[in-house]
């Protein structure tokens, strides 16, 4: 069994920075890839960043030049370092891994931007 255990939400100041973590447990065999997705209240569920087995990375727009994800393959972990956060970067922020051909999510952390 898999899991993705996710950390490092909260509540920070417009301007401030925070860095989520997410690490894969279990019987994992290979990871095609890992990343994080949000979703605002409302709002449909977005890509925000995502890294692949050969290190390439994709942004979404909105957050590119200040978010960078980064993976641990040792730990089969992802971060996210999240700076100059903006109101608009409130949700809930979800862990997912392509791993063992299969589509894992976490159970997502909340980060809430106040202006």
């Known amino acids: 069994q898999v899991q993705l255990v996710e950390s490092g939400g909260g509540l920070v100041q417009a301007g401030g920075s925070l860095r989520l973590s997410c690490a894969a447990s279990?019987?994992?065999?290979?990871?095609?890839?890992m990343g994080w997705y949000r979703q605002a209240p409302g709002k449909q569920r977005e890509l925000v960043a995502y890294?692949?087995?050969?290190?390439?990375?994709n942004y979404a727009d909105s957050v590119k030049g200040r978010f960078t994800i980064s993976r641990d393959n040792a730990k089969n972990t992802v971060y996210l370092q999240m700076n100059s956060l903006k109101p608009e970067d409130t949700a809930v922020y979800y862990c997912n891994a392509d791993l063992n051909l299969y589509d894992y999510w976490g159970q997502g952390t909340q980060v809430t931007v106040s202006s």
């Open positions: 279990g019987s994992i065999f290979v990871i095609n890839g």
């Open positions: 890294v692949r087995s050969d290190g390439s990375t």
